[in-house]
């Protein structure tokens, strides 16, 4: 009886060292469980704030882009009505230079060609 005794008590020493055991992987696994819940929640906010400071970059570079379009289609405009003028300019000196080689200079003074070009 008295072995009988010895085994069951080492019988139960094994299973409570086991149940220290595997209480312990709980308790461990519980821990890292918490910590990897804390660390997905710093990231998510993490993250959240990165999303929303890419957001804001965006919207300013959307609008920055959106002035410039607007700058570049004034630019556009002004290039074209410069062109008109230069056609115009280039036409009233092949005008002038006309007049000029053609005209008798004796009679008609370079004056005269201005009076007539702007009249």
């Not at 469980?33 to 999303?51: D, F, G, I, K, Y």
């Not at 570049?72 to 115009?88: A, N, Q």
């Not at 005008?95 to 007539?116: A, P």
Request: aromatic residues 6%; hydrophobic residues 35%.
């Amino acid at each position: 009886m008295a072995s009988d005794h010895r085994d069951t008590n080492e019988m139960l020493s094994i299973t409570v060292a086991g149940q220290k055991q595997l209480t312990d992987l709980l308790q461990e696994k519980d821990s890292f469980t918490e910590s990897l819940r804390a660390n997905m929640a710093t990231t998510q906010r993490e993250l959240e704030a990165e999303v929303q400071a890419a957001t804001q970059e965006a919207e300013s570079l959307r609008g920055a882009l959106e002035e410039k379009d607007k700058q570049l289609g004034g630019m556009k405009e002004d290039k074209s009505h410069l062109k008109v003028r230069m056609t115009w300019v280039t036409y009233d000196v092949s005008i002038m230079l006309f007049i000029l080689v053609h005209l008798d200079s004796d009679k008609y003074t370079l004056r005269h060609v201005e009076c007539v070009m702007y009249s």
